[in-house]
């Protein structure tokens, strides 16, 4: 791995934690989204699909911004956008349109986790066929998300089935990622397998990798019951005899999910606000991002 983060950075800087302690904690952060799109029409129980849009300060649709699709967590079972939120905010005063999409899962649609993926790649094709009208660059369109929703976007990158819709002459491939502890590993040791055994091999990020990838950024915690480490430095080790660049960052005393800000325990808060400098740092190092990281007086912006 390149990097043991075991980050007390916040506690150097006076008055934050105090400040950051009063950023809310409900779902999404207390945040809306600018606005919302369909890009998708599915039959059941949700009907449209949509796209929630954080725009820069001073957005212009006629200018070409970098962009980030943002895929919510929660096993292909549950979940809703605001999951990222925060981080989509934080990009968008960046500098990037940050995006949130909806789609389906287990308590819309039924057990099928293929269709999780199916709308990733819807996602990332719509925003790339319209990122004129968007305002966006499409060679420089990036995808996140958080363990059922990094796998999400780890497979827009990596599997070749579960398409389905519309434009699909459109690259549903990202130009980055940045993953929050993702589920890699679908085989008959990893997670998920008896929901997906049926179509696994195709389904699997760390089994369809090939060389010519985008870039990646990785957290993990060393504590996670569900993706071990162990499974995060074999898919970084076959990134890098691909060629590819794969940076993974792991924090020690630390479980699945532990990057979401769901409490008010300040080590929660530095281990966020160390997320957020590192995905900064990434971003930037590819072009999306220019100047120093702003995320400490962000966050104590944010009272």
């Known amino acids: ?4 983060f ?23 952060g207390g945040l809306s989204p600018d606005k919302t799109i369909v890009y998708k029409k599915v039959a059941g129980d949700v009907t449209e699909l949509k796209l929630h849009l954080f725009y820069p300060k001073d957005y212009n649709s006629s200018k ?12 292909w079972s549950g979940g ?6 925060i981080h989509a905010k934080y990009l968008a ?18 057990p099928l986790p293929y269709l999780c993926v199916e709308d990733g790649k819807a996602a990332i094709r719509y925003v790339r066929g319209h990122a004129k009208e968007l305002g966006l660059d499409p060679k420089r369109i990036a995808a996140g998300g958080g363990s059922a929703g990094g796998h999400v976007a780890a497979a827009t990158a990596t599997v070749e089935r579960f398409d389905a819709g ?73 990134m890098h005899d691909l060629g590819m660049r794969s940076e993974l960052h792991v924090f020690a005393d630390q479980s699945h999910g532990f990057f979401n800000w769901s409490s008010d325990k ?3 808060k530095e281990i966020v606000i160390a997320t957020f400098t590192a995905m900064d740092t990434f971003l930037t190092s590819l072009g999306y991002l220019k100047g120093e990281s702003t995320v400490v007086d962000w966050v104590a912006a944010r009272r």
Request: aromatic content about 14%.
């Open 93 to 110: 005063s960046r500098g990037m349109v940050a995006i949130c999409p909806d789609y389906r899962t287990k308590s819309s649609h039924g």
């Open 64 to 75: 070409k911004y970098p962009s980030i699709v943002f895929f919510f967590g929660g096993g």
């Open 80 to 85: 809703d956008p605001g999951h990222f939120y």
């Open 166 to 238: 519309k434009n699909l002459d459109i690259s549903p491939v990202p130009d980055a990622l940045v993953l929050f502890n993702p589920v890699y590993d679908n085989g008959p040791n990893g997670y998920g397998y008896d929901r997906v055994k049926d179509y696994w091999e195709y389904f699997s990020p760390i089994h369809n990798l090939k060389a010519g990838g985008p870039p990646a950024i990785v957290f993990f915690g060393d504590s996670d019951a569900l993706v071990p480490v162990p499974t995060a430095e074999e898919y970084q080790k076959r």
């Open 266 to 268: 300040s080590p929660e």
């Open 6 to 28: 075991k980050f007390l950075i916040l506690l150097l800087v006076p008055g934050f934690l105090s400040a950051a302690q009063k950023l809310t904690n409900a779902r999404g």
């Open 1 to 4: 791995m390149n990097t043991l």
